[in-house]
């Protein structure tokens, strides 16, 4: 995983490749996906470049030039440098291997890695997706789920996509790295009750109840760069930063899950690991459907 090597924006890249691809694959439905290791013939060395291709010259000029830049930049892939790391390997094994490995394979690949680089559980991911041939990739970033939704719409939109209610609280522990633009947490830290004051008056410092839509906050307030749970004890302490952050912990059905997860890291990681993987299969373009893109920005053109 030498594109997560040391660099001030490891975690930012870290935490967008993960997002993107909760956005890429939860967007879609489900098929069969092919066993670890098919490219094994077509192209040995996928995965190595993959887990590889990201720590070069550019990308390291990259971070450099942009870090500060960074705090103020929507969490959208396609601003910054986390589309650069996906743009970078794909060069690469185009070089090696033209044709062969999918952007979604791709970013499957390294949001594990990124899981893993902060500190969180591992996971085999199955290989032979492919890609859309419609949506890109850039568009599925704009697709986030609503902050807004309660404990009940948050259920049913991830059991509309096959989950339990327990792998939707297990999946959203992923909000223990990244962060949220203002605009997306401002009505709870003005109006909400189920808020920590000293932590809703801290937010509000950088997020005025007009303007700074895309000012940043962490969405795990004590730990945002290591992928532990500290996101389910912060739940327990009011101090979730999204409503729908907040919501698994407000008295529902959820309560005794974010408490469990709170006080065992281990059960966290598992449940975590299951639900990626579970994720990680709801691709829907296998065999000949959709094609294997060029460009991970854009459809090849005919
Ligand atoms: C439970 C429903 C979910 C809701 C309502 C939700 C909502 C959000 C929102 C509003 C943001 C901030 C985006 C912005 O400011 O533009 C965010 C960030 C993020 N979300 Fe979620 N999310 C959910 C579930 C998930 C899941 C299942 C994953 C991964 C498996 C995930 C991973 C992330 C990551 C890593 C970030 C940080 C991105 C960054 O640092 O740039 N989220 N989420
Ligand atoms: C949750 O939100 C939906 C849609 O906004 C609303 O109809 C429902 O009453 C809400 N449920 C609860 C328990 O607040
Ligand atoms: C807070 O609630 C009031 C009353 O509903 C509303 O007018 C105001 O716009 C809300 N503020 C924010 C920041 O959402």
Known sequence: MAYLCSSPSTFDIASK?????FLLLVGVASAQLSSTNIYTTSC????????????????????TSSFTGEKTAPPNLNSVRGFEVIDNIKSQLETSCAGVVSCADILAVAARDAVVALGGPSWTVQLGRR???????????????APTLNLTGLISAFSNKGFT?????ALSGSHTIGQARCTTFRARIYNETNIAAAFATTRRSNCPSTGGDNNLAPLDVTS????????????????????????LFSGGSTDSQVRAYSSNLASF??????????MGNLSPLTGTNGQIRTNCRRVNSS
Not at 44 to 63: N, W, Y
Request: charged share 15%; with cysteine; aromatic share 6%.
């Open 224 to 247: 945002s760069t290591s992928f532990d749970n500290a996101y389910f004890t912060n739940l327990l302490n009011q101090r979730g930063l999204l409503h729908s952050d907040q919501q």
């Open 131 to 145: 890609d859309a041939t419609t949506a890109s990739l850039s568009a599925a970033t704009n697709n986030i789920p």
């Open 165 to 169: 209610a327990n792998e939707m609280v």
């Open 17 to 21: 490749i993960l997002w993107a691809v």
């Open 44 to 63: 040995p060395s996928a995965l190595s470049i993959i887990q590889g291709a990201g720590c070069d010259a550019s990308i390291l000029l990259d971070d």
């Open 269 to 278: 990681r598992s449940d975590f690991a299951n639900a990626m993987i579970k």
